[in-house]
Structure formats: structure tokens, C-alpha cells
């Protein structure tokens, strides 16, 4: 395959000030790639691109990426306009190039967000995801516990239930998707997996408050329930956790100490 | 000079109670006056990092990811081994105990192993508490399932993502100490060397990998939770970035390397599929559980699969060789990775393989299907199968999944005694980063188990008796030795920047990694290794002449990334070769084709190599010298491993 590639190249990074978004510029630029194998993975392709670019004395293209396994969430990257491009379920690093056909061209930028801001190129800092967790996406127990494990029987049905919350891999497609810029369902991933679980529920209120007002301070956007996030999550993670951590939330303000 | 490996006196089952009970302590409130530096942020990693902080230490914490929560523990598949024994199957302690020695080929020392299998149990406990998801019965009682080369039930997992799970608990647990102030992370920075004063670890040199910035940091103790070094092959199932460079670092500042041979390849990956190949993924190995390993007894139907003339599901019961049910009637597709990677072998090797490279055999789930339903093998592995159709477009539900042995997991590493702690007093580590506990050749679900053993339920203890010594007082950074290694730092990615030869760094890795799998890997032999030493001395040479590194030290910069750690595969690369050479018999993952079995197994030579590698580095390009530490077995029989 022959494709043409648009790549957005940014050398110097986005700043915030002010709660506003400073961009560090940046331009589209064009490559051609030949010889593109149905079976390489897309950063395959980028790979190759980066070879050739080194060999002529060129800056190769910066991206995040780590494991190529669809697990780590380090890759991100809109391609044609979509979180992870065109195959549903799957990360950048998984989708594969016979996706694609010859004489395509293909457009690829980073995650355009406030609170994502870029790095360069392709790559963007992300760390409001931590600060996040950091605010409450725990369960306060320190190592030593001696409960043994089968003391706490969980149903199946709602350790399932918190499983598919779980598998959220933090890679931020949600916010890429959504038009503001929303992280409502990365946060409620967790909210919902850690009040479902007994383990959890003791700090439910808290940790609710606690992450949702963190979210905000770090410039996410609001909801408006297009489940644009829930169609590009890569894990498909369902919108009903928004719906359940908004519940947690309400319950959580009713009594909340937090006025 | 002789090594002391610290092992506790007493009888095997009391040795971990009673050395727990001899360390010394830290006071509680002298805690917070001592800092303890881990880098790495995998389950070894997170779990000390998180552990210590909650103890009292002050903990900086490193990872080159941009997140913690990416270490590549998070790609772990299969599950995690512990000797609850909820199954009722007899199995125990001893038992996991010695399943491990046995499966690590008699290759790793007793009292460490044993006080792994004595923590394992507590390991389930701290997850579950932490809110991790795992596999469950209806009755709300956790579910487990035999993973490869066990013949019990104790492998706890959480759907085809144990790893993930269990790394977001120990993320968790660390985040909740980054919000007590107890943890400062540092992502997106990479250790680069360490700092050593008085023979004592007081700190590590660091590049941020955003601005290019070389800081110091000082501590007093520094844990190496950094992993394995497998992607010296340059295609292995570890992520893009894993790399030795920290590991290799110490070392060269006196940390022992033990066993670098020892390299586990994985039987149930996805083959190659061309030469723009990044790197390799593993199908969990639970799919042997239910999947038989197959290829055509006739190598013209392996041709006719090969150039797509034929399709495997056509090829007659009778004309298929289920080589490993055949050859191994008790253990079947369940045999030790090792095992199950050298059939492989062979097989492609005497013209049978499967895929258009040759390089491939069946894992079918057709008669999975047939016995228990589609949906029943979806809800186990739906999201492997999923996973497989995405790479190679086969539907693993109709036809047989095609897979091959790929590099996955290295059990040698850095040399510790029974505290962790490495030959350099004050430097430990922990995880893949170690060689400790799989001796020749770790078991499935044994990696999740002894990383987050080491962080959770080792070190938090084994850190004091050394802390302990200690006064409280800080290493200003500013000190010569840090200087003196950041000056060294420097030069180094100085010269790096200014060859501007005409390879890429790429170039150099493939090329080492070819070497690599060609005379080290899957088997050995005395010719090929003295050929492939002679190559990656030459690779060497030419990478300090000839490597192209574009761009400036003070940026961000992916090619001098890779080009540091590529200089550090290289080097190790030698290193692993030499021991290769050295361990004149076979064992485990190593399997030297003049020692060998009349029926192709694997030959040890207990009179003469039961004993642990430990390298010691003596100089640039010198020859490395070989200390050997005995390995005494009080409590198992050394026999041959049979698994027929």
C-alpha cells in the first residue's frame, strides 16, 4: 500500500496560565509511505515512517507508546478524526493497517484537550489522570491486612459488574472524544468499581466528592451525554457509570460535610 | 571473594519468622527521617514504594512512563500463584514450594523460594482488600484455575488481565501515598547511573525525559524495581521501552549480574509476520488449558498450510500430532514453558511448522468448543481471542490459533541475598530486576506473585535491618560523587550525540537481537556462542563509531533514549553470552545442545554448576569476573525433571 500521511508536528510544548490553554504551535505536515503491509500495526507504519525520516537527517515523530499490547494506555493519537482511529475496541497500538486501503490519506493529531496539553507532536501530558486518582481512587488499606480473601464473598454478578468499570486503561480517548473535553467517564470508571465492592464502600462519599472536585479543578469539561466517550472507549466502557456516579454524587452531597 | 547470601539458620519453614524477628527495627518516628529512593513503578515497584511510604520513609519515585500506572507488569495476562488451597486439591506451602524449585530446574535457592510461597497468601489477602476485581464462583468465593506446569487449582486471575488488576491496586496504594505527601513521583525520567559513596548506594542520576535536564537525587537506600532485560532481543513480548539500563548501570558500579543466561521463552505467542515486526505478543498461556497444541504428521500437509493450499481445519485426526499429549501422557499441553517451547522447535524444525515463515504449530480450541460450548470458552477467553483476531484476522473460534515461542521473561538479573539487597550495600532489587527465585525457569503465574512478594512483604521488613545502621544524616547533592556522575552522564550522551555515523539505533538493535536469538536463545551450543561473541564485540565497535543520534541532550529526545539503552543491551548481550559458555550443562531455559537427555531433555550437571553465576564487573571491555555462590538443597531431591 501507498498512503500519504498528515502529521501534526509541535516543537514546542502548550503551557497553561490562568486556566487557559496556551498553545505551542504547531503545523500538519505531509508524508508519503510506500510499501505499507496489511499486517503491520499502525505504529508499525509510524515506525517505518520514523526510520526513514532518521536516515535523511529528519526529527522523527514523537508518540507515546509502550506496550503494543492494548493495555498500558500510553498510545494516543486521533487518526482521521477519531480517538485510537476507525476500529472500535482497540487502541492505536492494536489497530492494524489493512484497516486502511492504498492510496489513502490519513490524518493523525494528538489528544486536543485543555487538560491534556501537548508535549510535542503527537505526545501529551496526561497527568491530570493521576492527580485524579490521587484525589480518592483507592481503598485506604495499608499492606498487612489480615483478613483472608474469602472472607469478603462478592456476588458475581456485581464483582463482573466492577470488573468491566475496571478495565479502564487511563488512556484518555473519553476526553479526546468528547466535545468538552469531559472526563466523566474515566472518573466514573472508578468511582463505580470502587462503591460497588464492599471493600470500597466505606469511603464511597468521600471519594466521590474528593475526585469528582479534582476533575474539575484540572479544566475537564461537563457532560452532556452524548456517549461519544462510552463509543471510542477502547475498553468499551458503558456510559451507565456516569449515570451511577452521578447517583454516588447526589447521595454523596445530601449529607456531605463538604458545604 | 566470596558472596553472602544471608540465608536465615534454622529449619526451612521457620528460617522468613525467625529472620523477621532478628532484624533490626527502625523506630517508628526515625522513619520519616530517612528517604528511600524505587525506581521503577511496576508491581514490585508500586507495592515497595506504597509499602514503605506507609511504614514512614520519605520515597522518590521513578519511572519513564508517563504514568505509573503503564509499567509493563500491566500486561501480565494468566494470573497470580498462591497456596490458599481453596480448591481443596491438596495443595500447601511446601507444595508451591517445591513446584517452584522443581519447575526453576533446581536452579534457585531454597529459603527464598520458600518464604515466597509463605507470602503468596498474604498477597491474595492485600489485593482483594484493595478492591481487585478478581475471578469469581457464583457463590461469591474466589475462583482459580491450573496454569501451566502445576497439577493444582492456585492460580487467582481476573479475566485475561491479572496483571493489570493487580498493578492498578499497587497504583492505587501509591497514589494514596502521593496524596499523604509520603510519595513524590517522577514520571517520565530515567535512571541513567548510581551513585555510590563510601561502597554505600546514596543516590541515582537521572534525565528527564521532557527537557533533557541530568539530576541528582540522594537518598539513603535506592531500590532497583526496573524489570527484565528480554528486549535484548530486540522482538520479545516486553513493552517498547523495557530496557537494562539501570540494572546495567549499577552493575557497573558493583552490583553483581547473576544467571544472565536464564531467559524464559514464552510457547504461546503470535509469530512473526515480517520485518517491520516492533515486537512480539503473548496469547496467554491459561489457552493451553483448554487448547491442544497440534501440528500435520505429514510435512507435505505442513507445506501445502504454509503456501495456504490447505486449511488446517481439513487435515484429518488421524494426520495430526498432538506432539505434546504424545510425548508428555501426564502433563500434556501443560508442560513447563520451557519444555513447551523446545517441541516447538523441533517440530518447525524437522519441517512441520504452520504459518508462510515456518515458524508456527496450532493451538486448537475445536474440541474446547465441542465439549463445552462457545460461550463458555468466550467467557474465559474472550477477550484473548479477541485480541488474537485483531493481529492476525483469523477467527480462533473456527480455525486453530497459530503460535511460537517468543523471549518473554528473564530470570537472571541482579544479585541479592535473602534481605534483596544487592552486592552494593544500601542498593536492593526487587522483581524481574532480581535473579532470586525462579532459578532456571519460572513457572506461569510466578512473576505477579514474587514482584509484588518483593514489594509488599519483603523489603518493607528486610529495608530496616539495614536503615537501621544508619545515621539519619542526608548526602547533600552537591556532593563529588554525584557530580562526578552527572559529568559522566554527560559525556556519555555527549558522545552519543556527536558520532553521527550512519546507522540508526534500530538498525543496531535488530542486528543484536538477531545475534542474540540465533546463538542465545531457544538452544545453545559452545560453537555458536564463541561466533555470536566475536559478532556483538564487533556490533560494539561499531555502534560507538557508526550510530546516527539525531537532536540535543537538553530535549526531549527518543532516539538518545534508545540509543543509552541500546548501548547497555549490547554490553549485557556479551555478558549473557559468556554465561552461556560458562554453565556447561543445560537447565531450565538454558538448554546447551551438547547436554541433553537421549530423549532431548534437558541434562543438568549437579556436581559441577549447581551453583548461582554472579558477574562482577571489572572494567570497560574487560573480561568479567565469575563468582560462584553454591546452591544447597536441604529439603528437596534434585532429580531429573520429568513431566512424562
Known amino acids: ?259 | 571473594m566470596k558472596l553472602e547470601s544471608k540465608i536465615p539458620d534454622g529449619p526451612l519453614a521457620e528460617k522468613w519468622e525467625r529472620h523477621k524477628f532478628n532484624i533490626k527495627l527502625v523506630n517508628p518516628a526515625n522513619k520519616r527521617k530517612y528517604d528511600v529512593i524505587v525506581v521503577g513503578t511496576g508491581l514490585a515497584g508500586a507495592s515497595a514504594a506504597a509499602s514503605l511510604a506507609e511504614l514512614g520513609y520519605n520515597v522518590k519515585s521513578f519511572c519513564f512512563q508517563d504514568s505509573p500506572r503503564r509499567a509493563h507488569s500491566i500486561a501480565a495476562q494468566g494470573g497470580i500463584n498462591a497456596a490458599k488451597n481453596y480448591q481443596n486439591d491438596g495443595d500447601s506451602v511446601f507444595r508451591l514450594f517445591y513446584d517452584t524449585v522443581k519447575g526453576g530446574d533446581y536452579r534457585s535457592r531454597e529459603a527464598n523460594v520458600h518464604r515466597l510461597a509463605q507470602v503468596s497468601v498474604n498477597i491474595i489477602d492485600q489485593c482483594v482488600a484493595q478492591g481487585v476485581p478478581f475471578a469469581r464462583e457464583y457463590g461469591g468465593l474466589l475462583d482459580n484455575r491450573s496454569f501451566g506446569g502445576a497439577q493444582v487449582s492456585r492460580t487467582f486471575y481476573a479475566r485475561g488481565q491479572t496483571g493489570q488488576q493487580l498493578l492498578l491496586g499497587a497504583y492505587s496504594a501509591l497514589s494514596r501515598q502521593v496524596a499523604n505527601g509520603k510519595v513524590k513521583l517522577y514520571p517520565r525520567t530515567e535512571m541513567l547511573d548510581l551513585v555510590t559513596i563510601d561502597g554505600k548506594a546514596r543516590g541515582i542520576i537521572t534525565r528527564n525525559l521532557v527537557t533533557g535536564q541530568i539530576e541528582s537525587h540522594s537518598a539513603h537506600a535506592v531500590l532497583l524495581c526496573t524489570g527484565g532485560y528480554g528486549n535484548v532481543f530486540f522482538l520479545s513480548t516486553n513493552a517498547m521501552g523495557s530496557n537494562v539500563t539501570a540494572a546495567w548501570r549499577a552493575h557497573k558500579k558493583g552490583a553483581h549480574f547473576a544467571n544472565p543466561c536464564y531467559v524464559q521463552i514464552h510457547p504461546t505467542c503470535i509469530p512473526v509476520s515480517g520485518d517491520y515486526q516492533s515486537k512480539l505478543t503473548l496469547m496467554s498461556e491459561s489457552l493451553r488449558n483448554d487448547g491442544r497444541v497440534w501440528v500435520p504428521k505429514k510435512i507435505e500437509d505442513a507445506e501445502k498450510i504454509r503456501k495456504g493450499e490447505m486449511k488446517p481445519e481439513s487435515i484429518k485426526e488421524e494426520d495430526r500430532d498432538y506432539y505434546l499429549e504424545r510425548k508428555y501422557p501426564s502433563f500434556g499441553n501443560l508442560v513447563p514453558r520451557d519444555v513447551a517451547s523446545r517441541n516447538a522447535k523441533y517440530v518447525c524444525d524437522e519441517g512441520r511448522g504452520v504459518a508462510p515463515t515456518g515458524l508456527a504449530v496450532f493451538l486448537d480450541f475445536r474440541d474446547a468448543i465441542k465439549r463445552d460450548g462457545e460461550d463458555l470458552i468466550r467467557a474465559k477467553y474472550g477477550n484473548l481471542f479477541q485480541m488474537y483476531e485483531k493481529i492476525t484476522d483469523d477467527n480462533p473460534y473456527e480455525t486453530p490459533m497459530k503460535i511460537y515461542p517468543a523471549i518473554h521473561y528473564t530470570m537472571g538479573g541482579l544479585w541479592v541475598d535473602y534481605n534483596l539487597m544487592t552486592s552494593v550495600p544500601g542498593l536492593y532489587a526487587l522483581g524481574e530486576a532480581n535473579f532470586s527465585d525462579h532459578g532456571a525457569n519460572r513457572l506461569g503465574a510466578s512473576a505477579l506473585m514474587q514482584g509484588l512478594a518483593d514489594g509488599y512483604f519483603v523489603v518493607p521488613y528486610t529495608i530496616g535491618d539495614y536503615i537501621a545502621t544508619l545515621p539519619t544524616d542526608k548526602v547533600p547533592t552537591d556532593h563529588p560523587a554525584f557530580k562526578e556522575a552527572e559529568a559522566n552522564v554527560k559525556a556519555n550522551i555527549d558522545k552519543l550525540l556527536s558520532i553521527n555515523g550512519d546507522k540508526t539505533v534500530d538498525d543496531f538493535h535488530k542486528e543484536l537481537g538477531k545475534i542474540m536469538w540465533d546463538y542465545c536463545g531457544m538452544s545453545r551450543n559452545a560453537e555458536g556462542l564463541k561466533i555470536a561473541k566475536e559478532k556483538v564485540q564487533k556490533l560494539r565497535k561499531e555502534f560507538w563509531s557508526n550510530v546516527k543520534v539525531l537532536g540535543g541532550s537538553e530535549e526531549l529526545n527518543i532516539t538518545l533514549e534508545k540509543a543509552c539503552r541500546v548501548s547497555d543491551f549490547i554490553e549485557l548481550g556479551e555478558l549473557m553470552i559468556d554465561d552461556a559458555l560458562m554453565r556447561e550443562e543445560s537447565c531450565g531455559g538454558h538448554f546447551r545442545e551438547e547436554y541433553q537427555t537421549d530423549e532431548g531433555e534437558a541434562k543438568r550437571d549437579d556436581d559441577n554448576f549447581s551453583f548461582v553465576a554472579a558477574w562482577k564487573y571489572v572494567g570497560e571491555e574487560a573480561q568479567e569476573e565469575l563468582i560462584k555462590e553454591d546452591l544447597i538443597f536441604e529439603n528437596v531431591k534434585l532429580t531429573q525433571r520429568s513431566y512424562k
Not at chain 1, 500495526?41 to 526529527?59: A, H, Q
Not at chain 1, 466535545?179 to 470508571?189: D, T
Open chain 1, 1 to 259: 500500500m501507498k498512503l500519504t500521511l498528515k502529521v501534526w508536528r509541535q516543537s514546542k510544548p502548550d503551557k497553561v496560565e490562568n486556566g487557559k490553554l496556551i498553545s505551542g504551535g504547531g503545523k500538519m505536515e505531509t508524508y508519503q509511505v510506500s510499501d505499507v503491509s496489511k499486517d503491520m500495526s499502525f505504529l508499525e507504519m509510524l515506525d517505518v515512517l520514523n526510520e526513514d525520516l532518521l536516515r535523511s537527517g529528519k526529527e522523527p515523530i514523537v508518540f507515546d507508546h509502550d506496550c503494543r499490547e492494548g493495555i498500558c494506555g500510553m498510545c494516543s493519537m486521533y487518526i482521521n478524526g477519531q480517538p485510537h482511529g476507525p476500529q472500535q475496541g482497540t487502541t492505536t497500538c492494536q489497530l492494524h493497517m489493512r484497516s486502511f486501503k492504498d492510496g489513502d490519506t490519513i490524518y493523525i493529531e494528538p489528544w486536543r484537550a485543555k487538560a491534556f496539553p501537548v508535549i510535542k507532536d503527537l505526545m501529551v501530558d496526561r497527568s491530570a489522570f493521576d492527580r485524579i486518582m490521587q484525589a480518592g481512587g483507592y481503598v485506604s488499606v495499608n499492606t498487612g491486612v489480615t483478613v483472608d480473601a474469602n472472607e469478603i464473598p462478592i456476588a458475581k454478578s456485581t464483582a463482573d459488574k466492577a470488573f468491566d468499570a475496571a478495565t479502564c486503561i487511563g488512556c484518555g480517548a473519553c476526553v479526546a472524544a468528547c466535545k468538552n473535553a469531559s472526563a466523566m467517564l474515566f472518573v466514573s470508571a472508578k468511582v463505580s468499581q470502587l462503591s460497588m465492592l464492599p471493600q470500597g464502600k466505606t469511603e464511597r462519599k468521600t471519594r466521590v466528592e474528593n475526585m469528582v472536585a479534582q476533575m474539575d479543578a484540572e479544566g475537564f469539561g461537563a457532560c452532556t451525554n452524548t456517549g461519544a466517550c462510552s463509543a471510542e472507549c477502547p475498553k468499551g466502557i458503558s456510559m451507565e457509570y456516569i449515570a451511577r456516579m452521578n447517583r454516588e454524587y447526589y447521595g454523596a452531597k445530601l449529607t456531605s460535610n463538604n458545604v
